[in-house]
């Protein structure tokens, strides 16, 4: 154990429970094996049933430790659960890019933006019986101009013990330039914070797990870099999973998912997590 680093504890959270099964079944086992200690589930997400969420409270009962959250979805190719949402394309939510335009433009209504939010609480509440434990958004939509103060607001009525995902990192500025995509996070959620704070909201102190999937990097080397200078109660995204059809059909993020499934669940990561002095808890 390297003595020089500090004890933490930190959250190692699995995005997109629902999404598929091979995705869900992925997260079951890390969690099962103590590998992750939180996931976020996405309600729109075809793989949500009730099978696959007793499933999930079964393996988040025999490890305590594990916290469920409400992964919120306002992106594409998901499609909305109000009828009246807007803007759409095709039935479905805008891409990414698109959404985070409209934002920063001040062409998202702040208020369609908070129903549709409450009706994914609200199911996320009937499937689990409780509120989750955390929020956080795919893509990262919660830090958008347009919907950050809809999305605080939200939380605040249907989960107001829950924390929320910042996805600012703790690292000085000159270790962060070769990371475009995070610097973006970066300035975003600055912002992000200071509402959170105005609201009354917690969240996390530090993040890390943003990388270029599209490069398929070597897992174990970003998962040190993500260890290093993280802080207790810090958060690491990651996204492991099975590939399976209803993946390919909806996300281009696939292969990648087995490379951290693989790294997760190997012989590495515990070493890993033990020589950096932390634990998930």
């Given at each position: 154990m390297n003595d020089a680093a500090p004890p933490r504890r930190i959250w190692l959270c699995a995005d997109d429970y629902g999404i598929s099964p091979g995705v869900n079944r992925a997260i079951r086992d890390l969690i099962e094996r103590s590998r992750l200690n939180a996931t976020s589930v996405m309600v729109v997400g075809p793989a949500i049933g009730r099978d696959e969420v007793s499933a999930l409270k079964a393996a988040a009962t025999n490890s305590p430790r594990c916290a469920i959250g409400l992964h919120v979805t306002l992106t594409a190719p998901f499609q909305p659960l109000t009828m009246h949402f807007k803007p759409i394309d095709g039935g479905l939510f805008l891409p990414f890019p698109k959404l985070l335009r409209a934002g920063l433009m001040r062409r998202l209504d702040p208020e369609v933006i908070r129903t549709e939010l409450m009706v994914q609480f609200s199911t996320f509440g009937e499937l689990f019986g409780r509120a989750p434990d955390f929020v956080d958004g795919h893509q990262h939509a919660q830090l958008f101009p347009g919907v950050r103060d809809a999305f605080l607001?939200?939380?605040?009525?249907?989960?107001?013990?829950?924390?929320?995902?910042?996805?600012?990192?703790?690292?000085?500025?000159?270790?962060?330039?070769?990371?475009?995509?995070?610097?973006?996070?970066?300035?975003?959620?600055?912002?992000?914070?200071?509402?959170?704070?105005?609201?009354?909201?917690?969240?996390?102190?530090?993040?890390?797990?943003?990388?270029?999937?599209?490069?398929?990097?070597?897992?174990?080397?970003?998962?040190?870099?993500?260890?290093?200078?993280?802080?207790?109660?810090?958060?690491?995204?990651?996204?492991?999973?099975?590939?399976?059809?209803?993946?390919?059909?909806?996300?281009?993020?696939?292969?990648?998912?087995?490379?951290?499934?693989?790294?997760?669940?190997?012989?590495t990561f515990q070493p890993l997590l033990a020589t950096n002095n932390i634990t998930l808890g």
């Open positions: 607001a939200a939380v605040n009525e249907n989960a107001p013990n829950a924390w929320v995902r910042q996805c600012g990192r703790s690292q000085p500025l000159v270790q962060r330039l070769g990371t475009p995509k995070a610097l973006v996070l970066d300035a975003l959620s600055a912002q992000f914070r200071r509402r959170a704070s105005r609201a009354d909201v917690p969240f996390n102190p530090g993040f890390e797990g943003a990388y270029d999937f599209s490069r398929q990097p070597d897992f174990g080397t970003l998962m040190q870099q993500f260890l290093d200078g993280l802080p207790e109660a810090g958060v690491i995204m990651c996204h492991p999973g099975v590939v399976d059809d209803i993946l390919v059909s909806l996300d281009p993020l696939t292969v990648q998912r087995e490379r951290e499934y693989e790294f997760l669940g190997g012989d």
